[in-house]
């Protein structure tokens, strides 16, 4: 079973950086790009950009650009991503989700982790 | 970046149908047939409904369709039952190798 595991919530203080994980299994990491979403309290889903799991590659949406980095480590199958420079409009759930097979849409998707920013 | 344009609320009767309507460019939606819609229930992950327009992923109920004209693309649920209740976004591949949501909507079965 295709899965995706993230991991706990955070609780950060403004300025601070946070690193959010996304650990694969069920399928191969390498053949699929990793996408980040996140939605705000109360608010609709944003797409954040993505990661090839490939070569590293990756593409981030034109408002996140500068403040978040997306890495991986095939070793164990494991996204991340890292956001900075913390505001409270940075509070949120983030998501990770996997190119579809085919592409162009998300499936699966894990289970989200709550970031809280608050002094 | 601006959101795809969503219905903030639709409603409807067990039973009936409700069409949710999503709305974009000729860069995103009027371009590609790529887009797909999610469910989403409250404190849960979104779920994937539809992809492609109008494929549904195994396991998805056929009462839910999708379609495209132009720049709008449409979700269709029929049959409307009380787990339908949910947060629906729509989301599509949009020029710069990159992709949208919509702004959401809420369904109520009444």
């Known amino acids: 079973q295709e899965q995706l595991v993230q991991s706990g919530p955070e609780v950060k203080k403004p300025g601070a950086s946070v690193k959010v994980s996304c650990k694969a299994s069920?399928?191969?990491?390498?053949?699929?790009?990793l996408h980040w979403v996140r939605q705000t309290p109360g608010q609709g889903l944003e797409y954040m950009g993505c990661?090839?799991?490939?070569?590293?590659?990756?593409n981030y949406a034109q408002k996140f650009q500068g403040s978040i980095t997306m890495t991986r480590d095939t070793s164990i199958s494991t996204a991340y991503l890292e956001v900075t420079r913390l505001t409270s409009d940075d509070t949120a759930i983030y998501y990770c989700?996997?190119?579809?097979?085919?592409?162009?849409?998300?499936?699966?998707w894990g289970q989200g982790t709550l970031v809280s920013v608050s002094s | 970046q601006s959101a795809l344009t969503q219905p903030a609320s639709v409603s409807g009767s067990l039973g009936q149908s409700i069409t949710i309507s999503c709305t974009g460019t000729s860069s995103d939606i009027g371009n590609y047939n790529y887009v797909s819609w999610y469910q989403q229930h409250p404190g849960k992950a979104p779920k994937p409904m539809i992809y492609n327009v109008n494929n549904r992923p195994s396991g998805v109920s056929n009462r839910f369709s999708g379609s495209k004209s132009g720049n709008t693309a449409s979700l269709t649920i029929s049959g409307l039952q009380a787990e339908d209740e949910a947060d629906y976004y729509c989301n599509s591949y949009r020029d710069g190798n990159t992709y949208v949501f919509g702004t959401g909507t809420k369904v109520t079965v009444l």
């Open positions: 990661i090839s799991p490939n070569n590293g590659g990756t």
């Open positions: 989700t996997r190119d579809r097979d085919g592409g162009f849409s998300f499936d699966p």
């Open positions: 069920g399928y191969t990491f390498t053949d699929a790009f």
